[in-house]
């Protein structure tokens, strides 16, 4: 053979090579986007940790300053189902930048604020901000990853949505140990100015924006329904909590039962509306197809346990083994540490091995965190709910790292933004539910045990805790059921087409 027949072979060999690596660009793109979505996931935990500070500088009760973070979660389900849109309608470095003012607004407010409705309106702000993050930064994965990279990126994208709230609790307590609460919005700012700088250097167009439109009808039935449905779920454990407490559960109960017909009706509204429209703000078609409903419930359910598990280690480690908020914020950190480590790695084996392997079995193993915590749960100490749970987050992380990329492979390219947004909408509703639903179970549990910090309370406590562990068993095996069920359908299939 010729040197000139060898020359083009070698140099299609080379291109393949350059096509398949990580530009640093892309890296940078997104360390900045992900920078802010992580701080915005972040300070909707470390929020919960602030309550009691925040009660008596505001002087409101408990039922008020949840709206502190009931508020946060609402704006975030809000704003994100119009990811889709955004990324059609304008660049990328354009809602970058305005997710940053977003985010630097909130903080700036949250610094300043003397009164607790400013406190509200700067959480509102916070929200949209990080709902418009989150997507985009998935989006600007699945769009200009190498295809033999995605997995590992999307682990690296998976990593700042579930980590930082299992951080929330430890870098909240840390923080107001030795100093006002407020330093943790100061610190925030400058971080995400210099994310701003990144980005506006790293964030590339790869792909033309659309004249898409966007329905205002389409967009006031879907917010109407995820606040209704997120707002359901806060009232209705606030009702539940009431009720077996003895207190008065009338006005949350209704405001529960009026939320949830609404967000119902507003949802089927929405979907119907979506299959008449011309450019909807949403393609649910994609969730006709069963493989990729069945990962999109999955995702909705998984992150219940996830983002959960860190509010019930902290409370029954506070409540029931009498530790320091300190102390119990910091015992997550073992088990949310290695998940940072091991979302890439989860989502290493993806490209690697495929998408059955990598997910089911480390998911399946991670349901043996709350088994233990089951069988232990009457006996528990602070080094075996560290233990417990950090089995979990390993497997775990490793696992739900690549939920998401496996559901969008079965996506039309052109259609993933809209999955995008569906998925993490659902990731968002699921830890929702998950402290809303954990924590009714533990205050049921409670109920007319006597006071706080008695043996009575404390063992009632650990009652509770028992309780939500078997629920978080059930959670997580109708989770790794439904993906099982995905990939049998998808076996039949036959092989999947990458886009």
């Known amino acids: 053979m010729s040197q000139s027949q060898q020359q083009p072979d070698s140099a299609g060999i080379q291109h393949v090579v350059d096509s398949e690596r990580i530009p640093p660009r892309l890296i940078g793109a997104i360390v900045a986007?992900?920078?802010?979505?992580?701080?915005?996931?972040?300070?909707?935990?470390?929020?919960?940790?602030?309550?009691?500070?925040?009660?008596?500088?505001?002087?409101?009760?408990?039922?008020?300053?949840?709206?502190?973070?009931?508020?946060?979660?609402?704006?975030?389900?809000?704003?994100m189902p119009i990811s889709s849109f955004l990324k059609r309608r304008f660049r990328l470095k354009a809602i970058f930048l305005a997710a940053v003012a977003l985010g630097v607004t909130g903080s700036l407010i949250m610094i300043v604020a003397q009164a607790f409705p400013l406190m509200i309106l700067a959480r509102i702000i916070q929200g949209v901000g990080s709902g418009v993050a989150t997507?985009?930064?998935?989006?600007?994965?699945?769009?200009?990853?190498?295809?033999?990279?995605?997995?590992?990126?999307?682990?690296?994208?998976?990593?700042?949505?579930?980590?930082?709230?299992?951080i929330g609790p430890t870098v909240g307590g840390a923080v107001t140990s030795v100093l006002p609460w407020r330093a943790i919005f100061v610190g925030a700012v400058p971080l995400?100015?210099?994310?701003?700088?990144?980005?506006?250097?790293?964030?590339?167009?790869?792909?033309?924006?659309?004249?898409?439109?966007?329905?205002?009808?389409?967009?006031?039935?879907?917010?109407l329904a995820l606040v209704g449905l997120v707002l359901a779920l806060n009232q209705g454990g606030v009702a539940v909590s009431a009720a077996v407490s003895g207190g008065a559960a009338a006005r949350p109960g209704v405001v529960a039962v009026v939320s949830l017909i609404v967000g119902l009706g507003a949802l089927i509204l929405f979907a119907k509306s979506s299959q008449r429209a011309f450019s909807p703000l949403l393609r649910l078609g994609i969730l006709r197809d069963p493989a990729v409903l069945l990962h999109a419930v999955a995702y909705l359910l998984l992150p219940l346990v996830g983002i959960g598990y860190g509010y019930v280690i902290t409370n029954v480690a506070q409540l029931s083994l009498g530790t320091s908020a300190f102390v119990a914020g910091s015992?997550?950190?073992?088990?949310?540490?290695?998940?940072?480590?091991?979302?890439?790695?989860?989502?290493?084996?993806y490209d690697r091995f495929g998408a059955v392997k990598p997910i089911l079995i480390p998911l399946g193993i991670a349901i043996l965190g709350p088994v233990l915590m089951l069988v232990f749960s009457m006996h528990l100490t602070p080094g075996l709910l560290a233990g417990f749970y950090f089995i979990f987050g390993f497997f775990y992380a490793i696992g739900n790292a690549n939920v998401m990329t496996s559901g969008l492979s079965e996506v039309p390219h052109e259609f993933r933004p809209d999955g995008n947004a569906i998925f993490n909408t659902c990731l968002q509703f699921g830890g929702a539910a998950g402290t809303a639903l954990f924590s009714t179970v533990l205050t049921v549990a409670q109920a007319g045990a006597g006071a706080e910090g008695t043996p009575q309370f404390a063992h009632a406590t650990a009652v509770g805790g028992a309780w939500t562990f078997a629920v978080m068993i059930v959670i997580c095996l109708i989770g790794w059921g439904c993906l099982a069920?995905?990939?049998?359908?998808?076996?039949?299939?036959?092989?999947i087409q990458a886009a």
Do not use: H
């Open 331 to 349: 015992l997550v950190l073992p088990g949310a540490l290695i998940g940072a480590v091991c979302a890439p790695v989860g989502g290493w084996f």
């Open 33 to 79: 986007v992900g920078s802010l979505a992580f701080i915005g996931i972040l300070t909707e935990t470390v929020m919960t940790v602030l309550f009691p500070s925040l009660m008596r500088e505001f002087n409101v009760d408990t039922a008020t300053v949840q709206w502190i973070t009931t508020i946060y979660l609402l704006s975030v389900a809000a704003s």
């Open 485 to 495: 069920t995905a990939f049998r359908i998808r076996a039949r299939r036959g092989p």
């Open 192 to 223: 995400m100015l210099i994310a701003a700088v990144i980005g506006c250097i790293c964030i590339e167009q790869r792909t033309p924006t659309e004249d898409a439109y966007l329905d205002p009808v389409q967009l006031c039935l879907i917010v």
């Open 135 to 166: 997507p985009l930064m998935i989006n600007i994965i699945l769009e200009q990853s190498p295809r033999s990279k995605i997995g590992r990126l999307m682990g690296v994208g998976s990593l700042v949505i579930t980590v930082a709230p299992a």
